[in-house]
């Protein structure tokens, strides 16, 4: 199985929209309603930002979204601020208890 | 409020044991799979494998199936990642993340929350 495909960088400017994509196969981001994206900060464990390719934990801003459109997700970050930047993760069920994520996207707040 | 905890860094040498441990705390941990993801130094996020403490049940990715050992003590509501023989291959950062609650029929695909995390250091 391999890894979902995420641009190595994205980059904006405060209050600009960037969004980064994640490009699977019908086994996974395309065969199920499963995709999760997540933040890291450097040196800190990964935080959930999205689950079910578009909802939003309790706590994560809506600056944040989420969609899907056959084997590739996207995820949205509006507003940029300037704690946004970091890494993001997308990752997706791909059945029989397995999950695979994507390479991981660094975001830059110019 | 819900916790995992995980134990601290260590420094080991190629073919030593190792066992590292993710404690949770603020809910029943018999009642959610616990997975455990490796990222390997600059590198990004793999899935390791899955375990439900209330019945050992069990599941590892192809990449670590026989690699790696995943275990559970749920009378200590602690989870276990070890390995029999390090490689510095091994070297990376290792979270446990705990997976949303199963009801009848239905369980749900993402992660929350992460452990902080246990670096493991394989040197010669």
């Known amino acids: 199985q391999s890894a979902l495909t995420q641009p190595r960088s994205v980059s904006g400017s405060p209050g600009q929209s960037v969004t980064i994509s994640c490009t699977g196969t019908?086994?996974?981001?395309?065969?199920?309603?499963?995709v999760s994206w997540y933040q890291q900060h450097p040196d800190k464990a990964p935080k959930l930002m999205i689950y079910?390719?578009?909802k939003r934990p309790s706590g994560v801003p809506d600056r944040f979204s989420g969609s899907k459109s056959g084997n590739t997700a996207s995820l949205t970050i509006s507003g940029l601020q300037a704690e946004d930047e970091a890494d993001y993760y997308c990752?997706?069920?791909?059945?029989?208890?397995?999950?695979?994520f994507g390479g991981g996207t660094k975001l830059t707040v110019l | 409020e819900v916790q995992l905890v995980q134990s601290g860094a260590e420094v080991k040498k190629p073919g030593e044991s190792l066992k590292i441990s993710c404690k949770g705390s603020?809910?029943?941990?018999?009642?959610?799979?616990i997975g455990w993801v490796r990222q390997m130094p600059g590198k990004g996020l793999e899935w390791m494998g899955i375990?439900?403490?209330?019945?050992?049940?069990?599941r590892y990715s192809p990449s670590f199936q026989g690699q790696v050992t995943i275990s559970a003590d749920k009378s200590i509501s602690t989870a276990y990642l070890q390995w029999s023989s390090l490689k510095a291959s091994d070297t990376a950062m290792y979270y446990c993340?705990?997976?949303?609650?199963?009801?009848?029929?239905?369980?749900?695909?993402?992660?929350?929350?992460w452990g902080q995390g246990t670096l493991v250091t394989v040197s010669s």
């Open positions: 993340a705990r997976r949303g609650y199963c009801s009848t029929g239905s369980c749900p695909n993402w992660f929350d929350p």
């Open positions: 603020g809910y029943r941990f018999t009642n959610y799979w």
């Open positions: 375990i439900y403490p209330g019945d050992s049940d069990t």
């Open positions: 019908s086994s996974d981001v395309g065969g199920y309603n499963y």
């Open positions: 079910d390719v578009s």
């Open positions: 990752c997706s069920y791909a059945g029989s208890y397995f999950w695979v």
